[in-house]
């Protein structure tokens, strides 16, 4: 009978493994989808936030993008958070004490704080602030990595405590792998709508001295020699 018990769990724990890797298998194909046609940062964050894409059973969830100072994190999007909450972390800076900082601007290693007293212990200046509205006590928070640099982060918070299975750990792990890839073209892109913005602007005001050079060369008096010399010279 104990062995028939053993062997019923053990099935039980194997359908549980199976159900839950295929479950994985689809969050990861959703994502993937929904980044492919992300061309923005904004994009790129609505979609990892979206609660029917990536997260699915965290109760909050938070995506920053780091700035290009490399100082600075912009809370991009969320998803479950208070107003007064959002007030105290859109904007992340190194001098903040915000213990996350680390992680998202500097690569440090993930954190996975499964209850009250772990979260009051990580960051008690947040955990004991008097707040309305339901509290965070369980979180995990793992930065985004491009070419070896932090990006950014992700985010996720629980209102109940929980443990975080390795399994699991290794899942969020590669969730946050495919929102840094995506993150980083969406910066590259960024990057070179600013410098074709630049660019243009730039002719655009090099073509409009040109025209108020013409311009003064034409009314110039001819009689006046050394300024039309002089813009001849131009």
Known sequence: ???????????????????????????????SEALAGALTIEDVARAVVDEDVAYRNADTCTFYSLDSTREVLHLVAQRGLSPEIVERVQRIAAGDGNPFHAIGAAGG?????????????????????????????ACC???????????????????????????????????????????????RLAAERASATLAERLRSSLATTLRSIGDAVITADPRDTKTVRAFERL
Not at 14 to 29: D, K, T
Not at 110 to 128: D, H, K, N, Q
Not at 144 to 159: P, T, V, W
């Open 109 to 137: 290693p993930a954190v996975w704080i499964e209850s009250e007293a772990e979260y009051a212990a990580y960051f008690p200046s947040l955990a004991t602030a008097d707040l309305e509205g339901t509290r965070v006590r």
């Open 1 to 31: 009978t104990r062995d028939l018990t053993e062997r019923r769990r053990a099935e039980q724990e194997r359908l549980r493994l199976g159900q839950e890797a295929r479950r994985r298998i689809s969050v990861l194909s959703e994502l």
């Open 141 to 187: 928070c793992v930065p985004l990595m491009a070419e070896g640099d932090a990006i950014g982060m992700l985010g996720a918070g629980f209102h109940e405590p929980r443990t975080f299975s390795d399994e699991e750990r290794e899942f969020v792990t590669l969730l946050a792998r495919h929102c840094a890839q995506a993150l980083a073209r969406a910066r």
